[in-house]
Structures are given as structure tokens and as C-alpha cells.
């Protein structure tokens, strides 16, 4: 059974860091593109950043660019979203997804409804 689960969200300053993990059990990361998305109260979900499958290419949103990383971990079949210098304005839900088609370059990534598998998200607040 394929299963994504998110964890290592939490309430946080502004300026502070925090990681999110998405651990991927069912299937083998490395031959699925993985994507973070995030859905802010009221808003839709919306991409964040992704890492290919094929070349390893990474996006990243232009809200985010400089500021948050996103990695993989093979051994452990676990995705990381590393989030530095947060702002208020990245409150929100944070959601992995995964899909076993090339769906991430170094300057696009799919829409929400390419990716087939999605983790239950983990909350993300950014709050002095």
C-alpha cells in the first residue's frame, strides 16, 4: 500500500527554520517525482517545490527560492523540505505528493491534480 506521512511541522518565529519530512512507504522514492505543496487558509493548494525523477533537477517557487531546499534521502525512502528564514506568509499546510511520471524540471513542476499520491500534511505556523 502506498503511503505518504509528513511530519515536523510546528509553530515557529519569523526568521526561524524548520524541516519538514515526508517518509514514503509502498513504492521507491527515487523512481517517483516528489512534490511539496502547501494550502493557506481559504486559499488553493498551491507547489512549492519538486526534485525529478531523471536528473535530480529541482524547482522552487519564486515565494521560496533561496530560502527553502528540498532533498531526498534514499536509504531512508524519505523526502525533506528544509525551510529557512520562514515568514508569516508561509503559514500554512504542508503536503507531499508523489508520482510515478516526470513531473519536475529546473523551471516548472505539475499541477496538484498530475500527482496521484498525497501525505495528510503537516501545519506549518509562522507567528511572533
Known amino acids: 500500500q502506498v503511503q505518504l506521512v509528513e511530519s515536523g511541522g510546528g509553530l515557529v518565529q519569523p526568521g526561524d527554520s524548520l524541516r519538514v519530512s515526508c517518509a514514503a512507504s509502498g513504492f521507491n522514492l527515487p523512481y517517483y517525482t516528489i512534490a511539496w505543496f502547501r494550502q493557506l487558509p481559504g486559499k488553493e493548494r498551491e507547489g512549492v517545490s519538486c526534485?525529478?525523477?531523471?536528473?535530480?533537477?529541482?524547482y522552487y517557487a519564486d515565494s521560496v527560492k533561496g530560502r527553502f531546499t528540498i532533498s531526498r534521502d534514499n536509504a531512508k525512502n524519505t523526502v525533506y523540505l528544509q525551510m529557512n528564514s520562514l515568514r508569516p506568509e508561509d503559514t500554512a499546510v504542508y503536503f507531499c505528493?508523489?508520482?510515478?511520471?516526470?513531473?519536475?524540471?529546473?523551471?516548472?513542476?505539475?499541477?496538484?491534480?498530475?500527482?496521484?499520491?498525497w501525505g495528510q500534511g503537516t501545519q506549518v505556523t509562522v507567528s511572533s
Open positions: 526534485l525529478s525523477i531523471s536528473d535530480g533537477a529541482t
Open positions: 505528493a508523489a508520482e510515478n511520471l516526470s513531473l519536475c524540471g529546473s523551471t516548472w513542476m505539475g499541477e496538484r491534480y498530475e500527482y496521484k499520491y
